[in-house]
């Protein structure tokens, strides 16, 4: 059909004399910031093939560029000429720990306004999951069970607790199985970061569940909305 398609539109535009081009084929996933500085995260897979990358947020237009790549867990780092006005806190605790208890995937579906961040609920499960990336297997990654499908365009939006703290990475969604998304840990974000001499403040970083500082923070849309990031980029062949 869509060969059809084709072959119609390039005999009407010979009749008309006119010059047709093929739309350019578009893809788009989230990043999330890790600080005030401009940097953000996202999946590796998101921006491969891309031309220039470039996202949308408070209805402005903002290119960003390319710092760092790690096929190896499939992340990638970014940088945007944009301050967010909200910093960031983590949760440092490994996902094992964190088993079972309510989290929330952040992020930009495909066929929806770019403006507008959606919130999936869901929880951790014990599981361990392994995938395979342009590098070799993808290990340690640890499997969401939500509340709804994760949808493309999700993939390397932020993962919170329940206090707000961002806790990892959204890699995608496993559809054979129904609602189970995957979660890359911090570890291989902050080595990243480590490569390329950024280093997240050690007052972002809560390990204690407990703490009173942490209890007043709750999650919020509108935390989700000031450090998720909706990305773009035309596919280049």
Same mark, same amino acid.
Request: aromatic content about 8%.
């Given at each position: @059909? ?8 390039g005999?009407?535009c010979i009749?008309l ?6 739309a /350019?084929? @578009?893809k788009?996933?989230t ?7 401009g940097?953000?995260?996202t999946?590796?897979?998101?921006i491969?093939?891309?031309g220039p990358?470039?996202g ?27 301050? /967010? ?15 079972? $208890? *309510?989290?929330y995937? !952040? ?6 306004p770019?403006?507008h961040?959606t919130?999936?609920r ?5 599981? +361990?999951? *392994?995938?395979?990336g342009q &590098? ?7 499997e969401?069970? *939500? ?6 365009g999700?993939?390397?939006? /932020? ?9 990892? =990475?959204a890699?995608?969604h ?10 890359i840990?911090?570890?291989? =974000? ?9 280093? =997240? /403040? &050690?007052?972002?970083? +809560?390990?204690?569940? !407990?703490?009173? !500082?942490?209890?007043?923070?709750r999650f $919020?849309?509108?935390?989700? +909305? ?6 773009l980029?035309?596919? $280049?062949?």
């Amino acid at each position: @059909m869509k060969g059809l398609y084709a072959i119609i539109t390039g005999c009407f535009c010979i009749l008309l004399a006119l010059p047709c081009f093929a739309a /350019p084929q @578009m893809k788009g996933g989230t990043g999330f910031f890790i600080g005030v500085e401009g940097y953000l995260i996202t999946n590796q897979h998101v921006i491969e093939d891309c031309g220039p990358i470039w996202g949308l947020i408070q209805f402005r237009k903002y290119s960003l560029d390319v710092i760092d790549e790690s096929y190896r867990h499939d992340l990638a780092l970014l940088s945007v000429n944009y301050r /967010p006005q909200i910093q960031p806190l983590f949760n440092a605790i490994d996902l094992e720990a964190l088993q079972n $208890q *309510t989290v929330y995937v !952040s992020g930009f579906p495909a066929n929806a306004p770019l403006h507008h961040v959606t919130i999936t609920r869901g929880f951790l499960r014990e599981a +361990s999951t *392994t995938v395979w990336g342009q &590098s070799g297997p993808i290990r340690n990654l640890s499997e969401i069970v *939500t509340s709804r499908p994760i949808r493309p365009g999700n993939s390397g939006g /932020p993962i919170f607790d329940r206090h707000g703290r961002i806790i990892g =990475v959204a890699k995608g969604h496993l559809s054979i199985l129904g609602n189970i998304a995957l979660a890359i840990p911090l570890e291989p =974000v902050f080595d990243l970061l480590e490569d390329n001499d950024i280093t =997240v /403040p &050690s007052d972002r970083l +809560s390990r204690d569940l !407990s703490g009173a !500082s942490v209890r007043k923070q709750r999650f $919020q849309k509108n935390l989700a +909305s000031a450090l998720s990031f909706p990305l773009l980029c035309e596919i $280049q062949d």
